[in-house]
């Protein structure tokens, strides 16, 4: 195996580069996607992105009490088992990485509002408490803005709305009490009546505000909201995938190839929704991509072997899709390296069966040590009971619960499952000018005489040499169709959609790129042209990225499966996550009246914390768990859950909704009002006072 710092110019590569320039375009790329992904913030959040909001948060605890423990024996109290395993048992069915990430953002960078209590004008000044986390901040001496409550219409940052400065003079548990000295009586009494003042009773709901009286601490850092520092670091997995699709495909294929695969990948809608979000099926494609690549460069240089096995301890620190990639690159392996496989009786006398394997990477040495020491040493779940711990993980995902999910009308919800389903759902949702570029790149990578000659050679005697050209395309194929075909097993749970074998989509589309680069070389079509047609293959996807941002789910093609309304008509699910309830937010503010009950359906307890959070929904506005004693409800028009439509208008009293969320004539979102009690006369005095009557 070759020691050399620079791989082996490969005959598949169209367009070079210098290094250094290589190395700026990269961070050009990982740059670009990061600012266009962190563009789309004010998207609903979704079921998931609620869980891990409150287990980031959660996590931080156990790093706060590191943080102060003042003893050596209170810093091994907060290493000991029951601290350890009662935080870091939450979500356990997740490794930690991207939750303690989405915490450290949210902790370093977030600004923090909290709702203020108290509000008095005591000796030492205006007073208020703040009830508070142990990660959210207001610690001893911090300095705290008093805010005025925030009006509809108003953003939260609103220079306006800070009243009064002050500081953190105790903090105890979950309250921080803070003093604002140095105010004059009537200004004091002032802010004291403004924080304390209740809206009139016979307000509309219009003039209610979103917010009221609220506290933020002052923090060099706090520059982004707290649902934007917790996707923070989400977003910038979804650059860093990008950039490492573009160094892979640069060795592959060239810049230009690289570059157009990178826009590619992704500007599939789906792939550009779960880009923004604090989940981790963008951080597992980075994770993933880091160890193909670190693996393909430690083929020609042994050193990249100990980054393939740290970049695979990364991603089963990311998600549990990473115990797959071992499978891929030994399958890559064992297939380019078949002149050397053999398997023949050999005699007792030389101990009976000789097994001939290529030559093996060192970084399949490496990956077992140091991927699962990094497993077990950074997962604290593990520090305890780590088999058990380790039967727990395995036994949740094996086991996991089947969602409901219609395709073409029929209920998918009990195994087994199509194993069509996961090719047809990529044909159906991803966008035309990929599929067809992904044809024509296979086309030309065929084997020059052709796959049954290329068959033929695979047995013969001795087996012909293993090309260059061969080599890539078996390590894309393999890494690209192996996460789709796990997902094709009958047992595997289908819900979620592509977002399980994304891990496979950034080899798809190094394909599909090389596939335009060539097709433009046999048309011959003018160097200068090529880069504006490129632009021309994303500029589509592009588009329909950024328009279906804000719902994700619903994108359909229109070749195959007729666009939105086509998938409508199909009875396909459009949307299975509750994240459009972000949308009723304004109508809820200006519509709800004081103190209402709503019942979110699909959106979970996390999500409405959070959008009141955001200061996108009234606070006065409250969950309730179920249609019955609700004021409101939000429901999603699905076949999938039209019991629970009709539950709703029952224990409503309604026929119908108020106000609708629809895209192009499809309905993504019914709120429904209940309907007002009916007004009854009196009894007539006369017939009540009529003696002997019943």
Aim: aromatic share 12%; proline share 8%.
């Amino acid at each position: 195996m070759s020691s050399k710092s620079e791989p082996r110019p490969l005959p598949t590569r169209l367009h070079d580069l210098s290094r250094g320039r290589v190395r700026l375009m990269a961070l050009g790329v990982f740059a670009l996607v990061s600012a266009i992904l962190f563009a789309h913030q004010d998207a609903g959040f979704t079921r998931d992105e609620s869980f891990y909001f409150a287990y980031a948060e959660g996590y931080q605890e156990w790093f706060v009490g590191i943080e102060e423990a003042e003893s050596d024996e209170a810093r091994h109290q907060a290493f000991s088992r029951e601290p350890t395993m009662r935080i870091w048992s939450g979500n356990f069915e997740h490794p930690p990485l991207m939750k303690d990430l989405f915490g450290w953002s949210w902790r370093l960078s977030a600004r923090k509002d909290r709702r203020v209590s108290g509000v008095r004008d005591g000796d030492e000044g205006l007073r208020f408490a703040v009830s508070v986390q142990p990660a959210t901040g207001f610690s001893a001496g911090a300095e705290v803005m008093l805010l005025r409550p925030q009006r509809q219409g108003e953003t939260q940052t609103e220079p306006s709305r800070v009243l009064a400065t002050g500081r953190v003079t105790e903090r105890h548990g979950h309250r921080a009490e803070v003093v604002v000295a140095g105010l004059e009586p009537e200004a004091a009494r002032a802010l004291v009546e403004t924080c304390n003042a209740t809206p009139p009773r016979d307000a509309s709901p219009r003039d209610l505000p979103i917010t009221p009286c609220m506290a933020r601490e002052v923090r060099t850092l706090d520059f982004l909201s707290e649902s934007e520092a917790m996707r923070l670091p989400g977003i910038l997995s979804g650059g860093l995938a990008a950039m490492l699709i573009f160094l892979l495909g640069e060795l592959l294929f060239g810049w230009l190839a690289a570059l157009t695969a990178s826009l590619l990948f992704i500007f599939v809608p789906e792939h550009f929704f779960h880009g923004f979000m604090a989940c981790f099926d963008m951080p597992i494609v980075a994770a993933q991509l880091f160890c193909a690549y670190a693996f393909w460069r430690a083929l020609d240089d042994r050193r990249w072997a100990l980054v393939t096995a740290i970049a695979w301890g990364l991603a089963l620190l990311t998600k549990h899709n990473a115990f797959f990639v071992p499978f891929s690159l030994i399958v890559f392996w064992l297939w380019t390296g078949r002149e050397h496989l053999h398997l023949r009786w050999v005699g007792f006398g030389r101990g009976g069966v000789s097994v001939g394997l290529p030559p093996l990477p060192l970084a399949f040495l490496l990956m077992p040590i140091v991927g699962l020491t990094m497993l077990f040493s950074l997962w604290p779940r593990l520090w305890y009971d780590p088999l058990q711990s380790l039967r727990d993980w395995f036994s949740f995902h094996l086991h996991h619960e089947h969602y409901m999910q219609y395709w073409f009308g029929e209920p998918l919800q009990v195994p087994p499952f199509p194993v069509s389903y996961p090719f047809e759902k990529t044909l159906l949702t991803y966008p035309e000018i990929f599929l067809v570029l992904f044809v024509v790149g296979c086309v030309f990578l065929m084997p020059p005489a052709g796959w049954k000659a290329w068959f033929k050679g695979l047995w013969s005697r001795p087996r012909r040499e293993v090309s260059e050209t061969e080599r890539v395309t078996v390590f894309l194929l393999v890494s690209g169709l192996v996460p789709i075909l796990v997902i094709a097993l009958p047992n595997t749970p289908i819900f979620g959609g592509i977002k399980h074998w994304m891990t496979g989509a950034p080899f798809l589309a190094l394909i599909a790129a090389y596939g335009l680069l060539r097709l433009a070389r046999a048309a011959r079509v003018p160097r200068l042209l090529v880069p504006a047609l490129c632009a021309l293959a994303v500029a589509h996807p592009a588009k329909a990225s950024i328009e279906n941002a804000w719902l994700g789910t619903n994108y359909y093609n229109s070749l195959l499966a007729g666009g939105l309304q086509g998938a409508a008509d199909k009875r396909l699910m459009r949307i299975f996550w509750g994240h459009e309830a972000r949308y009723a937010c304004d109508w809820l503010n200006a519509n709800a009246p004081r103190d209402a009950r709503v019942y979110w359906q699909d959106a979970t307890w996390g999500t409405y914390e959070m959008y009141q959070r955001e200061g996108w929904l009234r606070h006065d506005i409250r969950y309730h768990p179920g249609p019955q004693g609700a004021d409101l409800a939000l429901n999603e028009p699905l076949q999938a859950l039209w019991h629970i439509d009709l539950d709703t208008r029952e224990a409503l009293g309604v026929a119908g909704p108020s106000w609708t969320l629809s895209r192009h004539g499809v309905p993504y979102l019914y709120v429904y009002e209940r309907a007002p009690e009916p007004t009854r006369s009196p009894p007539s005095p006369t017939r009540r006072g009529r003696p002997g009557a019943r």
